[in-house]
């Protein structure tokens, strides 16, 4: 009897012990560059976050203005649960439009380490999984934002299309875009300036050398934006650093086939030194020593006197041999699938822009998508204003302060499928034809978004009315 309870004890713990040697961990221990992390479970069943990844050093002290350098190593496991900080920037000023729009909060911080992505995905761990990988480029004007502002809340709901879903934060404004002679000789490119558009190809570099770990496919990378988002992801498809890290490509509100061409090197940092030399800031050991906040009031300053200084990116024959429109002309961009669009009330009509990069690459090979999102978002009388259309691309509806209807649900819902849709295969409607064609110049149609109290509204036209840019912005 003793002998058979023994067996029966021994069976059940070898049962037991097959049964957890079989289970799949859902947020197994992952090894990236630089040691190994953990994510979180979320809400979502199935669905694990990592937030707060480093994907390069942190640009501080002597790598202020310097390309992005590799992750600095850590011991242990690393619990990817919190937000790593925002890029330094103006606190946005809650009375502001937009400021009210996302209810900007005080508490988020802001900190010259800032390079790091965050991730959501329902293949933790399972390389052999090969999903679709989205990342994301918020906007603000190259000065302001971060990737986790609560209207680009939509990890989950990408993930669970079975869509890895990134979000990365960038070095913005005169951490992110300062040029100086001195910089120019001191880089091993010669170069200086677009060390925001540098953090961004260095996290894609990232995601083609850790996603696997994620069950992300490395060579299915789409990259999308809005804004100066959308800039930052028709800069990195010109780009000859990232040629062949991008699969697809979505520009929002960002512009179409402009041909003007960008601010060259030479003059962007002219016009710098100019300023620095006023402040009799002439070696960057002086200049590196300076805060956030005496960049600022340098520059403000010396707007006062009538002598401007933006940043934004420059085309150095590095990074950027050229502005978007002029190098999609040359046909050096990537040649991959495309998807242009912007809102009924946007900042300006750029109908014409979208159609003649349609035309432009339909000649090329590969037609684009292009779309126009026209709902007057309820509450006010703002309209399809600029920034509008980033409640529905991510399912956020439920953080806003508007009266949203079951109309947007429906509208949100489809454009998330669209969106998604486009990332594993190029194309919105999915693996088969669909009401969305792409722009021809035969069928130079633009993809019309809508919704009325109870559902969702989508039409066709080769007609788009741009109804002007919204009073309130």
């Not at 390069?56 to 649960?81: F, Y």
């Not at 330094?88 to 000023?93: E, G, L, P």
Request: charged letters at 15%; proline letters at 7%; one cysteine or more.
């Amino acid at each position: 009897m003793k002998n058979l309870s023994f067996i029966f004890v021994t069976l059940s713990f070898v049962a037991l012990l097959f049964a957890s040697c079989t289970k799949t961990d859902p947020n197994p221990v992952l090894t990236v560059e630089g040691g190994q992390i953990q994510g979180v479970e979320t809400p979502t069943p199935g669905i694990v976050s990592y937030k707060g990844i480093p994907f390069a050093a942190p640009p501080v002290g002597d790598l202020r203005w310097r390309e992005p350098q590799p992750v600095t190593p850590w011991e242990g496991v690393k619990t990817a649960d919190q937000y790593g900080a925002a890029a330094m920037q103006v606190t946005w000023d809650p009375n502001s439009f937009y400021g009210r729009e996302w209810r900007a909060s005080g508490s988020v911080p802001f900190n010259e380490d800032c390079l790091y992505l965050n991730i959501w995905t329902p293949a933790a761990g399972k390389i052999d999984s090969k999903l679709p990988v989205a990342m994301w480029i918020h906007g603000g004007g190259y000065r302001e934002g971060f990737g986790f502002e609560p209207e680009m809340d939509g990890g989950e709901d990408w993930a669970s299309r079975g869509v890895i879903f990134v979000s990365v934060t960038y070095r913005l404004g005169v951490f992110g875009f300062f040029t100086h002679p001195l910089l120019s000789a001191e880089s091993p490119n010669g170069v200086s300036g677009n060390y925001g558009l540098m953090d961004q190809a260095a996290a894609l570099k990232w995601l083609r050398s850790n996603i696997s770990q994620f069950g992300g496919d490395p060579n299915n990378i789409t990259i999308f934006g809005q804004s100066a988002g959308a800039g930052s992801v028709q800069s990195l498809s010109a780009s000859p650093q990232t040629r062949g890290l991008i699969a697809k490509t979505i520009s929002m509100s960002g512009g179409g086939l402009n041909p003007a061409p960008g601010t060259p090197l030479d003059t962007a940092q002219a016009v710098t030194k100019a300023m620095m030399d006023y402040y009799e800031k002439t070696t960057l050991e002086q200049m590196r020593a300076l805060s956030f906040d005496e960049l600022t009031k340098m520059t403000n300053d010396y707007a006062a006197t009538g002598q401007r200084v933006g940043w934004r990116p420059v085309i150095d024959n590095y990074f950027l041999t050229g502005a978007f429109g002029e190098t999609a002309l040359k046909g050096e961009i990537a040649d991959i699938p495309y998807m242009f669009g912007f809102t009924a009330n946007d900042m300006s009509d750029i109908t014409k822009p979208v159609g003649d990069f349609g035309v432009l690459r339909e000649q090329q090979g590969t037609p684009i998508y292009a779309y126009m999102f026209t709902r007057q978002l309820p509450g006010d009388s703002s309209g399809a204003f600029h920034s509008s259309d980033l409640w529905y691309i991510f399912h956020s509806l439920r953080h806003s302060w508007r009266p949203f209807t079951a109309g947007d649900d429906k509208l949100s819902l489809q454009m998330v499928d669209y969106w998604t849709n486009f990332a594993k295969y190029g194309n919105p409607n999915g693996q088969t034809a669909g009401q969305w064609v792409p722009y021809t110049a035969s069928t130079p149609g633009f993809m019309v978004f809508d919704a009325n109290e109870t559902d969702a509204v989508l039409t066709m036209t080769n007609t788009p009315k741009f109804l002007g840019p919204s009073s309130r912005q």
